[in-house]
């Protein structure tokens, strides 16, 4: 059967990508407290605005230097299948420089991909939710010609693809190459020569004909069956994966070696080798799926654990991705739960939300995962602000506002609706807040990771936002200088500040 033009709003399989982040920065004093019966951490302003003003001006050449280290690394990595494995995090700035006017374009930029991110993954769940099965889902009527795949590469635009990346090899002789990580996603693909449409990336597009571990799966394969949507040519699988933004990868799946730097490497890994990739991605090569779903690059090395730690958007600092590594001894966990109708996604079990020291009152079913499917709060690294249903998301709000009105206001900002004139301010005193989890156990937020700038000049938002979907998201922003540990071996999730 021929693969065709596979544009998609309607088929759909993996969500994932587009993904967003918006960024922000350290805290410490100074401006009328709030009231002594609210607890209260330091924001510094200074620091921060300092940190937007210098992340317009990233220069992604910087990274060369330790680029060519880790390419060093991984020409000849051990192959297993068992031990631990660590690559380098970088964020999106330090690999791709979109060259906005200013800050506050940035951040604009940063909030439109979250918008659409946020879109996706609430897509993806609908689709599982109606029970929509892969039978309801077919490629639309374009052939892949032999002849379209002989034209050039195409620049991608300046918009989507992930908003955090790490650098491993495919193939053997090993390349390295820059992926997006998706924790909302399951199918791993990279862009392959030769190119029908292929959008700009920072490296050099893999050629499977020069890999001698490059293996096409045929259609009756397990893997193959696993996809939501694919098709059969010549006997080869070819795979779709459409996101809920637009964007969309076609080719042919196959497996391949995957390296993790010098600390070893993985056989066999099924992913996309796409030759039809258009969009919102740019920079990344394509993407690590890193999802619950059994074509997820955690479930197909049998991962017991991975963790990662999400540097400030910001910041030019890298961090580390992990697999298989103890989890931080003071970890604040949390239960993982399972959606039935969903297996990619990484729910957690939340008890509640705290501001000023003082848990918010919400009904018990607002964080909750109930039979149907619907409901529940997710983890995830490519959601950049967190999104709590409304009602919960304006208590929280309400209560931070209650505790902030020694603070000029200022008018809201895209999604945010709580935004502050520090202008005049080195450091404030802010209310804290915290996530709370079963056994009395709470994560605590550095105040730069939920009171964010949006320029720089001065104007700091509130940053978590309400949603009318049943789905609630703990998001980047918050997740960022914390190493966010799953424990898939024991169902538990762990957040330990300050173990990048």
């Known amino acids: 059967m021929a693969l065709k033009n596979l544009n998609p709003p309607f088929l759909l399989l993996t969500v994932a990508l587009s993904l967003t982040i918006l960024s922000l920065v350290p805290t410490p004093t100074c401006s009328r407290a709030p009231p002594s019966e609210f607890t209260t ?163 050099p597009v893999f050629d499977p004909t020069l890999s001698t571990s490059y293996s096409p799966l045929t259609c009756q394969a397990q893997q193959c069956q696993a996809l939501d949507v694919s098709a059969c040519r010549n006997g080869r699988c070819l795979y779709q994966v459409s996101y809920g933004d637009g964007s969309f990868t076609v080719g042919e799946y196959m497996t391949e070696t995957v390296s993790f730097g010098n600390s070893g490497s993985v056989s066999k890994i099924a992913m996309g080798c796409g030759h039809d990739n258009e969009g919102l991605f740019v920079a990344a090569a394509g993407l690590i799926g890193l999802g619950r779903g059994p074509l997820s690059l955690t479930s197909q090395i049998k991962a017991s654990s991975f963790s990662y730690c999400l540097v400030d958007r910001d910041s030019p600092k890298s961090s580390t991705l992990e697999f298989n590594s103890p989890r931080p001894a003071d970890s604040v966990t949390g239960a993982l739960l399972r959606n039935q109708k969903l297996d990619t996604f990484y729910y957690v079990q939340l008890a509640g939300v705290s501001v000023g020291g003082h848990l918010i009152s919400v009904p018990p079913a607002t964080f909750a995962l109930d039979q149907s499917g619907s409901g529940g709060i997710i983890v995830d690294c490519g959601t950049a602000v967190t999104r709590l249903q409304t009602q919960a998301y304006n208590s929280v709000r309400d209560a931070f506002r209650s505790m902030t009105r020694n603070l000029r206001t200022a008018s809201g900002f895209a999604l945010f609706d709580t935004c502050y004139d520090l202008s005049s301010l080195q450091s404030v005193d802010v209310p804290t807040v915290a996530f709370h989890f079963g056994g009395g156990k709470s994560w605590q937020l550095p105040a730069k990771n939920y009171l964010i700038p949006v320029d720089d000049s001065g104007t700091y938002c509130f940053a978590f936002a309400p949603t009318s979907s049943s789905l609630s998201i703990i998001g980047n922003v918050q997740q960022q200088g914390t190493r966010v540990s799953f424990d898939l071996a024991h169902n538990l999730v762990g957040f330990s500040p300050n173990k990048c």
């Open 41 to 203: 951490t330091v924001l510094d302003i200074s620091s921060s605005l300092h940190q937007a003003h210098q992340v317009l001006s990233l220069n992604p050449h910087l990274l060369e230097t330790s680029l060519q280290q880790e390419e060093q690394a991984q020409i000849n990595p051990t192959s297993t299948s068992s031990s631990s494995f660590s690559v380098n995090l970088h964020t999106r700035d330090t690999l791709f420089n979109a060259k906005h006017k200013d800050y506050k374009s940035l951040v604009l930029a940063r909030l439109a991909r979250d918008s659409a991110r946020v879109d996706s993954l609430n897509l993806k769940l609908h689709f599982a939710l109606n029970n929509i099965s892969k039978s309801d889902l077919h490629p639309t009527q374009t052939e892949i010609l032999p002849e379209d795949l002989s034209t050039p590469v195409a620049s991608g635009t300046s918009m989507g693809s992930g908003e955090y990346f790490t650098r491993v090899g495919v193939g053997q002789p090993s390349k390295a190459f820059y992926m997006a990580l998706d924790t909302g996603s399951d199918v791993n693909w990279l862009q392959c020569k030769p190119c029908s449409d292929c959008y700009q990336q920072s490296d």
